[in-house]
Structure formats: C-alpha cells, structure tokens
C-alpha cells in the first residue's frame, strides 16, 4: 500500500512564524502535491512538483514556498504565518502515466492531513 | 481550464436508501474523473476513477459511478446507505497535458440517518 505521511497532524504557530510541514511518501512517486483545504472551498492545489528540485505554482501559491530535495519528501513552507493560513493542508502523490495523447497522473493517494492554526 | 460543480453541499438519506451524488465537469478535452472519500479528521480516500474505459465504474464500499458525455456528468451512487457511510465526498477532474492537476469540487457531506 502506498504510504503518505505529514509530519504533524495538529500545529499551532503564531503570526509572523517561519512555518514548515513535511511530507513523505514511500512508493516513488515522481510527484506530489500541497493543498489546502477550507470548508466550502473544497481543496485548493498549492504547489506541486514533478521531480526532484522542480516545482511549478498551483492555483494559490501566494504566502507558500516548497522544498524538494529528495524525491521522497515535499516541504510546504509559510515564511510568515498569518491567520489567514490557517486550514487543513493535505499533501499527495502520484506516478505519472504515459498515455498515446500525453503524460498523465494516475491516482492521487493523500496524507493524514495537518491541520495548522495561526493565532 | 477544467472545472467541477458539485450539486448539493449537504446530503441526508435514511439507512437503507438510494445514495445519490452529484457532479458536473467542464473540461474542452476528454477528463479523467474520480470520486474521493473524506472521514472525519482523516485525508482523502479514493473511491472510483473514470479514465475512458468503462462508462460504468464499480469502486470500494458499494459505490458506482456513471460517465455522461451528453450531460458531462459523473454522479455517485449507492443502492443502500449505511451509517458508515457518513463522510465528505469529493469529485476532481484531471486532463491530459492539464499540468497533470487535479481539480476538486468544493464537496458533499452526506449524513446517513436511522
């Protein structure tokens, strides 16, 4: 079974805090995915990386930076909490799929979640 | 870009009834649409996924899910609830060259009463 795992599953910082969460998985998945998740909102892609040392922005990178150094592990990075980051981050991954009409991802197995609060 | 609506923020059946949820996709080229389940304070669990084999997908737990091109929807059904049926349900869509993204419905929670 694929495993994700974040490395906290409840955090509280404070505003102005340099915040970082940490996501592993063990099946050696080319990528992976940050989301956030807000009720009513759905989840909301972040940043995601196809490889090691490549990221490419989501739909609401504003606030966020990422970290991939090894292929296993995805860093999500608030470099300055404010309460508005407060929410459920969910991390993922996936292989990616070679089709006849272009590369795609397969399934997306997701992570415990950690849900951060800023006060 | 592709986009999914999902009909209905909160769903409530009786135990024992028809599970019906719905999603719309708008996507310019053929999608990949897939069914998530969320349980309380746990990440997403993959129910079923469309990827332009069968119009009729079988998932885990009992549900299914049938892919309309003329309606361009993918709702999930279930003959009968059960009480651990009660969860947050989502339905993403993905393309071809779309960044290879995943892009979620805002979600459905169904509650399944006695």
């Known amino acids: 079974d694929v495993k994700v795992t974040q490395s906290s599953r409840y955090l509280v910082k404070r505003t102005g805090e340099k915040v970082f969460l940490e996501c592993v998985q063990d099946?050696?998945?080319?990528?992976m995915f940050w989301y956030r998740q807000d009720p009513g909102l759905g989840l909301r892609l972040i940043y995601f990386?196809?490889?090691?040392?490549?990221?490419e922005k989501g739909d609401i990178p504003e606030g966020y930076s990422v970290s991939r150094e090894k292929k296993e592990r995805f860093s999500l990075i608030l470099e300055s909490a404010s309460t508005n980051q407060t929410s459920m981050y969910l991390c993922?991954?996936?292989?990616?799929?070679?089709?006849?009409?272009?590369?795609?991802?397969?399934?997306?197995?997701f992570g415990p979640g950690t849900r951060l609060t800023v006060l | 870009a592709q986009s999914v609506t999902q009909l209905g923020s909160h769903v409530s059946v009786s135990e024992g009834a028809l599970v019906l949820l719905r999603c719309n996709y708008s996507s310019s080229v053929p999608p990949y649409l897939f069914w998530y389940v969320q349980y309380p304070n746990q990440g997403l669990q993959l129910l079923l996924k469309y990827t332009s084999a069968a119009t009729l997908v079988k998932g885990i737990n009992g549900f299914e899910a049938e892919f309309k091109k003329s309606e361009t929807s993918f709702h999930l059904t279930k003959p009968s609830a059960h009480m651990s049926d009660a969860a947050e349900y989502f339905c993403a869509v993905s393309v071809t060259g779309g960044g290879n993204k995943l892009t979620f419905g805002t979600g459905t929670q169904l509650k399944v009463e006695l």
């Open positions: 993922a991954s996936s292989l990616s799929i070679v089709l006849a009409s272009g590369t795609s991802t397969d399934t997306q197995y």
């Open positions: 990386s196809y490889d090691v040392k490549m990221k």
């Open positions: 099946m050696d998945h080319e990528n």
